[in-house]
């Protein structure tokens, strides 16, 4: 009986040094060198030949473990080796869209933008039919970096390799809307438009009364573009004063005519700003249809 | 000294040995031991695609043919380095070439049969991985293609393996099987890496057909295409087949030339 307790106290004592070790360790590893671990990752010639053939399985591996790693959010320098670790898990299975897609997503978090779209370009070089990944950065550029000139030109990538999809023409209106391109927004809703209106599912509905309403948006931008350039140039001639009415942006030949909002009514001029705006609702209702 | 190829191709004498080498080796730990791990490999790839983001079936495909393939290799070589050796350790082998059968009958009935133990397990395992698959709603028949292709492989290596088994002990048999297969699956880097930093014509131009020579194993590594969904050429399988047949015969010549000058004493 002596002889059993003394084996046990042996061995629990024994379990709590293992216990005790462990934790040391684990806190060691993780706050010293946790965050330098992908710094030994052999570069993508390196690993060609090393993987044995196997080079999907080791992509794969490494893919793995990316999205564990950058996901580690108290590591300071993770975003250090995110260039190469992303350039040795493409190298070794180009043709795979997550890595690409996950890389941008890391990146992005560490509003690394160029390479967010170093990432996204290689990732379009090496998968000609994919169009995710040029929709994936333009949203990036759209929505987070607010480059719109980038956006509309990944959303036209996307837009060339999948020219069937609506939701695009959608973001690709939006996009050229805000870049200033009010004239190709306009043909993109109109377009949406076309494809829709004689369809009367739910998500086509949908579809043309976002047509519609931007459409009716983008018109009144385009008039209060317009306005705004007749009355700079009034402002020039007129000793920086701004015209009365828009009535007198016609007589003075800087407008063909007095604009009409999208509802057929006239717009209501600020003549101390000097520019225009409408009051007319927008019949969302009409526009939709049936649900 | 008996002929390589004796009269008569000798069908029932190879089969006879190609049944007897298929029983023995299915009774062999290794061949167990291996493949349960194959298995748990296998399964264990679907507990890794829950790990990523996106598509789950490219890495089960990815991950399930890897381990596939690479256990399966081991496979052929701890069991295909032992056929011929243990068989002249134990002795036994005299009282095999006693009956009316020649080496050539010997060496290519253990090929045989070593090559039906391995399609039951390779079928097993890519059966295993079917399954991983359907429970990710990821099942393609393109992986019975890809298993055709480790096949082919597994042809080489247990040839090369085969080879050595007759020629050396099995430890050598191990050492020189493996470095075929690294050679194999590294030789792809001799055009683009070795041969620019090489000083000389002629070194380059040995090096060269040293390249074209030695078996290339990537050749037979098709799971990117069935990963991805894209088509094989039917040219290429056609072509990839006769390259792993012409090897075969090679080897299997080389080995029967050897083991019948071969002092069994």
Redesign the interface.
């Known amino acids: 009986m002596r002889t059993i307790c003394g084996w046990l106290f042996l061995i629990s004592i024994m379990l709590a040094a293992v216990f005790g070790l462990h934790v040391d360790l684990r806190s060691h590893i993780e706050e010293e060198l946790y965050p330098y671990r992908s710094f030994f990752l052999p570069d993508s010639?390196y690993m060609?030949?090393?993987s044995?053939?196997?080079?999907?399985?080791w992509?794969?591996m490494l893919?793995?473990w990316q999205?564990?790693y950058y996901d580690y959010y108290r590591k300071e320098n993770r975003y250090d080796y995110l260039e190469r670790t992303f350039h040795v898990i493409t190298d070794l299975?180009p043709?795979?869209?997550?890595p690409y897609?996950?890389g941008a997503l890391f990146a992005f978090l560490g509003e690394r933008w160029d390479l967010v779209y170093m990432m996204a370009d290689k990732g379009l070089e090496n998968i000609p039919d994919n169009h995710f990944i040029a929709y994936d950065a333009g949203m990036y550029a759209l929505v987070s970096e607010k480059n719109y000139p980038r956006a509309v030109h990944y959303f036209r990538i996307a837009e060339e390799r999948n020219p069937d999809d609506t939701f695009l023409k959608i973001i690709m209106g939006k996009a050229l809307r805000i870049q200033g391109s009010l004239e190709q927004s306009m043909a993109y809703w109109q377009e949406l438009y076309e494809r829709v209106k004689d369809k009367n599912d739910q998500q086509s509905n949908l579809y043309r009364g976002s047509a519609l309403r931007n459409m009716w948006l983008t018109r009144i931008k385009i008039d209060q573009r317009d306005v705004g350039i007749a009355v700079a140039e009034w402002r020039k001639r007129h000793e920086g004063t701004s015209p009365p009415s828009l009535d007198a942006l016609v007589w003075e030949g800087l407008l063909p005519g007095a604009p009409l909002d999208p509802a057929g009514e006239p717009y209501l001029y600020d003549p101390d700003e000097g520019t225009i705006r409408s009051e007319s609702p927008f019949d969302f209702k009409s526009a939709v249809g049936s649900w | 000294m008996t002929p390589i190829i004796p009269r008569g191709l000798g069908w029932i004498q190879i089969r006879a040995i190609a049944v007897n080498t298929f029983r023995e080796s299915v009774r062999s730990r290794v061949f167990y031991i291996l493949m349960a791990f194959t298995a748990a490999m296998v399964l264990f790839s679907g507990v890794m695609a829950l790990l990523t983001i996106g598509s789950r079936s490219k890495i089960i495909i990815d991950l399930g043919l890897t381990f596939i393939s690479f256990f399966t290799v081991l496979t052929a070589i701890f069991v295909g380095i032992g056929l011929i050796y243990q068989e002249i350790e134990k002795k036994t082998i005299y009282n095999i070439l006693s009956k009316p059968l020649s080496r050539m009958h010997f060496l290519v009935g253990r090929y045989i049969g070593l090559m039906a133990v391995l399609a039951a397990n390779l079928l097993a395992m890519v059966a295993i991985l079917a399954v991983v698959l359907i429970l990710f709603e990821g099942f393609t028949w393109k992986i019975f293609i890809a298993a055709g292709f480790i096949y082919l492989e597994l042809a080489v290596i247990t040839a090369i393996a085969l080879f050595f088994s007759s020629v050396t002990s099995p430890v050598v048999s191990a050492l020189c099987t493996g470095a075929f297969y690294v050679v194999g699956h590294t030789s792809i880097a001799l055009p683009d890496m070795l041969i620019p930093r090489l000083n000389g014509a002629v070194t380059k131009k040995i090096v060269e057909v040293l390249y074209h020579l030695l078996p290339d194993l990537n050749l037979l590594n098709v799971t990117d295409q069935v990963a991805y969904g894209l088509p094989l050429d039917p040219g290429f399988v056609t072509k990839a087949v006769l390259y792993t047949a012409v090897y075969v015969v090679l080897l299997l010549t080389g080995a029967c030339l050897i083991f019948r000058r071969r002092d069994l004493v």
């Open positions: 010639e060609k030949v090393a044995l053939g196997y080079r999907n399985f992509a794969d893919f793995l999205i564990q299975d043709k795979h869209q997550e897609v996950m």
